[in-house]
């Protein structure tokens, strides 16, 4: 869409600079170098796996139930698994059976993976398969697997729009492990597949019009965005964005992209039929938990009604959960929104930014806004992938390396905060003011560090956690530059590299400086520490 930077020319007109290095996607880049990045910030979704047995996690829990209840008994009532592995929240009554109050995309996707693990084991004449192995095994097969395949197609957009591999690999790291998608890519849940699938619909619907294949996109973008609801039922506010604009954008074509919906449409009619009677009769009408359903879902339509700007200033840039406080380099996909409405992609910019409102708007306007126990606003992941995506547009309005220096520093940030999240204690209850610094730091000084791969190695406490952070530290330098003699010389990538890590540091030094116990965060600490896994 643009070249890699612009220059003015001495009559005032627009010409291309030449490019010092070759452009991104080129056959003199190597496989290697392509994909190295890339390779570094999948390693990475595997490597930890924090499972913690006693805390009974509703969110992923009953999605691995209904996802066991569907391969091994053949149906969609979580009774048997219940009997089986225990009571588990998030469960709604069809009829006097149990069943998942979740979109069911993540279960369904969980299925196949339940059947071959079951039996991989019968024929390995292995016992069956404990809690911890299945939801494991969900968590590599049905997320970490199709956020590889994603985040490879997000690097290949990024490439197309800036001709940069800098901008390709760096807005990949920030994506990958600066935003919630790294700590929800960890658990076995849809926000990161309804995101990565609203994201896809996007980027298909931003290809020009005019270019080959547009019913053919459309379809795709279509089935993408239909299937991004079955994930998590809230995307459907995305699926109208997208289909408005096909409509207005892709009018030849767009009756392709809402054809393509149905299929998603008639598999959530069916699913809610069979459980609740009617095609639109939701799980959060039914949910079993009468306290979830009396605070959470009795206000307004299931729980949902106008909008509040009471919540927008904590979704935004509070320290417990502000999306621009764990991901400040999102902010640069603002700018970069905001700059293209004058000259550059301005449709996709202004879908970007409509996307990115109606979600925070969408939350804001929840029963349950704060969304429990998470990281970061949990129900509007999909705003991650869209405002990574626009962050590309700043590439023509700004110096390449100035874009590098800052964007990189937003990026240190970004990948401190939603790393540690990720790696040490996804599920951040609401009483701390400052989760990151009020408990998974002090969690790590402490010894206490999830299961991982560093196991394995025999390195024991927060040192087993040492090559997550030494891979993710490889990926950042290596997509600043530091690394690459090609990016430039010593001293310039040297400068770079200080320039990002100072306003990186200043970010952390910020919120570390709010370091503070608030009202029961004590209790919260000594109940953490007695549920968590692998004994320190």
Known sequence: MFPNRFGRSAGGGIQAEPDPAPPAGTPTESFFRRHLVWGLVVFCYVYPFPFFHDLKNPNENVRVWESRAIADHHELSIDAVVAEWGPVDDAAYAGDRLVSGKAPGASFLGVPVCIAQREVHRVLGLRPPSQAEVTRALRVCAVAIPMAAFLLFFARWVERVTHSARARDLLLVGLGLGTPMYPYGLLFAGHVHGAALGFVA????????????PRLRSALAGACAGFAVVFEYQLAVVLAVLAGWALLRHRRSAAWFLLATLPAVVLLGVYHTVLFGRPWALPYGHLANPVYA???????????????????????????????????????????????????????????????????????????????????????????????????????????????AGLGGLVLASVFMCGVSGAVFPHYPDVYSNPVFDLAVPLLRSGHAPYNLGRGLGLQ?????????????????????????????????????????ALGASHLGLLSTRFRDGPGETEANAWIESVWEPVP
């Not at 806004?369 to 869209?386: D, E, K, L, M």
């Not at 891979?471 to 990538?493: C, D, F, M, N, S």
Request: glycine share 12%.
């Open 202 to 213: 996007f980027a298909l619907l931003a290809e020009d019009p005019s270019g080959a294949g």
């Open 461 to 501: 406490g927060a040192w087993s956690l040492a090559p997550l952070a030494l891979v993710a530290a490889l990926a950042l330098l290596w997509a600043l530059g530091t690394l690459q003699p090609a990016a430039g010389p010593l001293r310039k990538r040297l400068a770079v590299l200080a320039i990002a890590t």
């Open 294 to 404: 009396a605070n959470d879902h009795a206000r307004g339509l299931l729980g949902l009604a106008v909008p509040s700007t009471g919540p927008l200033g904590d979704l935004l840039f509070s320290f417990r959960r502000g999306l621009f406080v764990f991901s400040p380099f999102l902010g640069l996909g603002v700018w970069g929104a905001i700059r293209s409405l004058g000259r550059g992609p301005r449709a996709p910019a202004i879908v970007a930014l409509v996307i990115a409102a109606a979600m925070f708007a969408f939350q804001a306007g929840m029963s349950n806004w704060s969304a429990g126990w998470s990281v970061g606003p949990r129900y509007i992941v999909v705003v991650a992938p869209v405002l990574a995506g626009a962050a590309a547009y700043c590439w023509p309005f700004h110096p390449e390396d100035t874009l590098v």
